[in-house]
Nanobody, 122 residues
Framework: QVQLVESGGGLVQAGGSRRLSCAAS????????MAWYRQAPGNERELVAV???????NYADSVKDRFTISRDNATNTVYLQMNSLKPEDTAVYYC????????????????WGQGTQVTVSS
């Protein structure tokens, strides 16, 4: 099983930066994909960025060139560096893990963290 705990959210002014962290724990063998999603009030949850086990990354168009996702496999931690923040980035940001091997079995997931609030003021 995988437990995900996010941290790093808070209030930031437009144009500022923030780094989110998500630590994965549990008796899993490996995680193929780790991602960040976000959900703003009244909106559906959307994919922000994903990093594959091999390091390849993908981003939503709305955050390209501003956000950077990375992972540290040694500590099972995924990060989201957010720069040039805009008010429309305001949302609850969720960490997710998919493609998890646990005790020889494969679980596509996703597994979710509890979320961390990011608020960007104008």
């Amino acid at each position: 099983q995988v437990q995900l705990v996010e941290s790093g959210g808070g209030l930031v002014q437009a144009g500022g930066s923030r780094r989110l962290s998500c630590a994965a724990s549990g008796r899993f063998f490996s995680i193929n994909d780790m991602a960040w999603y976000r959900q703003a009030p009244g909106n559906e949850r959307e994919l922000v960025a994903v990093v594959r086990s091999g390091g390849r990354t993908n981003y939503a168009d709305s955050v390209k060139d501003r956000f950077t996702i990375s992972r540290d496999n040694a500590t099972n931690t995924v990060y989201l560096q957010m720069n040039s923040l805009k008010p429309e980035d305001t949302a609850v940001y969720y960490c997710a893990a998919a493609g998890v091997k646990i005790s020889g079995s494969y679980f596509p997931g996703p597994y979710w963290g509890q979320g961390t609030q990011v608020t960007v003021s104008s």
